[in-house]
């Protein structure tokens, strides 16, 4: 060949060259290098990726689905405090708070001295209709003994519920009888309700406590209102006191039942969520009922979007505490195997245009869950002084008063929290739990003569003179608790209210304990001031009074 040739060729074959080794190196990569180039290509891969590797060469056996299962809230917890990863079993529990009902026998129970101990029967509920009755002891459950370390709130829930028309053998120890009594219970529908208490406060004003946001709250508040009305209520206190909310479309449908017409209730807006408005349609049936609502930093969520509706639109009067500042929407996505994410997917505003979401840091959970500890460390439960309002996100109501943003909803009116006679006697006697055993000692050994008193006023009056701090100290004492004179008389009055109290919830049940307590909560006496009053409707500023007298 010729050296004219051989130029010619030598290009030609330097380009082979390149291409083979490109190909080679290609091939050597995919095939020795653990899939490197696979892996990095895009990174929604690298999860799925990173299990198969773990799966194929961690130097241990490893559950895969475990792994997962502790992944996915970390992964959730880099977004928001509030997106988060629910197992199948606890978005089973959550579902069935909110939606109002569960199946299983009907039943409040405590555990004490490893034992179940029935508090109360539900009315109308499969227990009742077998015949169990509050202070029976359940020992054993089909057919096995039930008693001992083995007795769990858990274990004692799972033994206990079950589906619906599916049948449950206890065994029942009962005071007075020699022998152990047997019940076959059919499992049925059990209501959750939502509102625990409604009921004339005075001659002239109703109380309604709402205890969460769930799918039969509206429906429930409708019946309260309907009862209340026939009473006639003159003026209506709803207290969303530690209502950590529930669903928004409740909250939006029991708002309407105080705006007028065509009346802004909340929006909602996220990156692909459109805003979305929600509206009064003037159906509502207590347009100008005097409306006081109460708040303090255990209400969140949908409890802020009343609260902020009622108060944007000047419609009611605001007193408590600050709210807890949750401004972010959720929306549930299931799983096939019954798991759940809620994911944040908007932020929602009042009708002012504010978000009361308080701020976070992405990943910083235990900061954003320690916030409340820190307001209490800062004073801010005892001084409306120390809460420091962000004037950046100032907003005005419909009569021209400034709200902010970005920490909770404000209350119109602050009432602090209230510390008068707290001792270290009580708060341990509290913190081991000691009062709601004694309560229920007692409630159990004087079940027929507390029986005697079929309302709260009367049962009241009788524990008066029973002398009851004095046995709780001999019992406290007896449980480990040293008997100290001053400060238990310092806390007299707060031990009397929770003994009483508790002895009431025993026996009468939640809407008698609650206006049992509300007899002495300043909260409530502030709230029957204002309604007493005429107060209830804010007041534009002097000054927005003064433009609108000049036009």
């Not at 475990?66 to 988060?84: R, Y």
């Not at 309407?256 to 692909?272: A, C, S």
């Not at 954003?368 to 001084?383: A, K, L, Q, V």
């Not at 005005?396 to 602050?414: K, L, N």
Request: glycine residues 8%.
């Amino acid at each position: 060949m010729s050296t004219n040739n051989k130029n010619r060729l030598m290009p030609l074959l330097l380009a082979i060259c390149l291409v083979a080794g490109i190909l080679i190196g290609t091939f050597y990569a995919n095939h020795f290098s653990g899939n490197k180039l696979g892996i990095i290509n895009t990174s929604s891969n690298k999860l799925n990726a990173l299990l198969r590797i773990i799966d194929d060469q961690y130097v241990d056996t490893v559950n895969i689905t475990d792994l997962v299962e502790a992944a996915m809230p970390q992964i959730l917890a880099e977004l928001d405090p509030h997106s988060s990863y629910m197992s199948a079993k606890d978005q089973e529990a959550a579902n069935e708070e909110l939606k109002g009902s569960f199946s299983g026998i009907g039943i409040q129970f405590s555990i004490q001295d490893d034992t179940i101990h029935v508090n109360s029967v539900i009315s109308g509920g499969p227990s009742e209709k077998v015949g169990l009755m509050a202070g029976d002891r359940i020992v054993e459950v089909d057919d096995s003994a039930f008693v001992g370390k083995i007795v769990t709130t858990q274990e004692s829930m799972k033994r206990l519920k079950g589906p619906k028309g599916s049948k449950v053998k206890l065994g029942i120890y009962r005071p007075g009888e020699k022998e152990i009594l047997h019940f076959t219970i059919v499992r049925g529908d059990i209501p959750v309700k939502s509102i625990d208490a409604a009921y004339m406060i005075n001659d002239k004003f109703g109380y309604i406590k709402v205890n969460k946001f769930g799918e039969t709250t509206y429906p429930e508040l409708l019946v309260s209102l309907a009862k209340l009305s026939q009473q006639n209520c003159e003026g209506l206190i709803i207290d969303l006191r530690d209502n950590t909310g529930g669903y928004m479309v409740a909250a939006t449908h029991m708002v309407n039942e105080f705006l007028p017409n065509n009346r802004l209730i909340v929006y909602t807006q996220g990156r692909k969520a459109p805003r979305q408005d929600y509206t009064s349609n003037g159906t509502g049936s207590s347009q100008k009922m005097p409306l006081v609502v109460l708040m303090n930093e255990g209400s969140a969520s949908a409890s802020e979007i009343f609260a902020g509706a009622i108060q944007d639109n000047d419609r009611g009067t605001i007193i408590g505490r600050r709210s807890f500042g949750k401004g972010l929407v959720q929306q549930p996505i299931e799983f096939s195997d019954g798991s759940a994410i809620r994911l944040t997917i908007a932020r929602y505003y009042t009708p002012s245009g504010r978000c009361i979401q308080k701020p976070y840091v992405k990943g910083k959970d235990s900061e954003y869950e320690m916030d409340i500890i820190t307001r209490y460390e800062h004073g801010e439960f005892f001084s409306a002084d120390s809460i420091k309002q962000n004037k950046k996100e100032t907003y005005y109501t419909s009569i021209g008063r400034p709200v902010y943003g970005g920490g909770g909803i404000m209350p119109d009116i602050f009432v602090p929290q209230d510390t008068i006679g707290m001792t270290s006697y009580y708060r341990m006697a509290v913190t081991k739990g000691l009062i709601a055993r004694f309560s229920l000692d007692y409630t159990d050994k004087n079940r027929a003569t507390l029986q005697k008193y079929p309302t709260e006023e009367k049962l009241q009056a009788y524990l008066k003179t029973q002398n009851l701090l004095e046995k709780f100290a001999s019992y406290a004492e007896g449980k480990g608790l040293k008997r100290r004179n001053i400060l238990m008389y310092k806390s007299k009055k707060l031990f009397e209210q929770a003994l009483f109290g508790n002895i009431i919830y025993n026996m009468l049940g939640m809407e008698s304990f609650i206006a049992y307590t509300n007899e002495s909560d300043p909260t409530v006496k502030k709230a029957l001031e204002v309604l007493d009053k005429g107060e209830s409707f804010p007041k534009a500023p002097e000054n927005q009074q003064a433009e609108q007298i000049d036009e």
